[in-house]
Nanobody, 122 residues
Framework: QVQLVESGGGLVQAGGSLRLSCAAS????????MGWFRQAPGKEREFVAG??????YYADSVKGRFTISRDNANNTVFLQMDSLRPEDTAVYYC?????????????????WGQGTQVTVSS
């Protein structure tokens, strides 16, 4: 049974920073692609960032502001979010899929966390 547990969300002012964490269990972490997605009210869930063994990939909307990283020894993936904007407000989800390719489609990920709320005030 694969489990993903996110933490680190909260309320922050525009321009501030947050660091999300996702602890994974139940799958060989080092051979899995890890992704972060977000879903704002009334919108579809969208890709934010993903990482294979070591190569990160970002959505254009967060490139240069967000950094994804992974700690394979501790089965954890992080999302460092800097220069936050009100439009970054959403529930952020961690997801995983087998293999070494970072997909941007939600359909390619087979396990999801419960989500953590990020709210950026203006």
């Amino acid at each position: 049974q694969v489990q993903l547990v996110e933490s680190g969300g909260g309320l922050v002012q525009a321009g501030g920073s947050l660091r999300l964490s996702c602890a994974a269990s139940g799958r060989t972490f080092s051979s899995s692609v890890m992704g972060w997605f977000r879903q704002a009210p009334g919108k579809e869930r969208e890709f934010v960032a993903g990482i294979s063994w070591s190569d990160p990939y970002y959505a254009d909307s967060v490139k240069g502001r967000f950094t994804i990283s992974r700690d394979n020894a501790n089965n954890t993936v992080f999302l460092q979010m800097d220069s936050l904007r009100p439009e970054d407000t959403a529930v952020y989800y961690c997801a995983t899929t087998r293999g070494m390719i970072v997909f941007t489609s939600t359909r390619r990920y087979d396990y999801w966390g419960q989500g953590t709320q990020v709210t950026v005030s203006s």
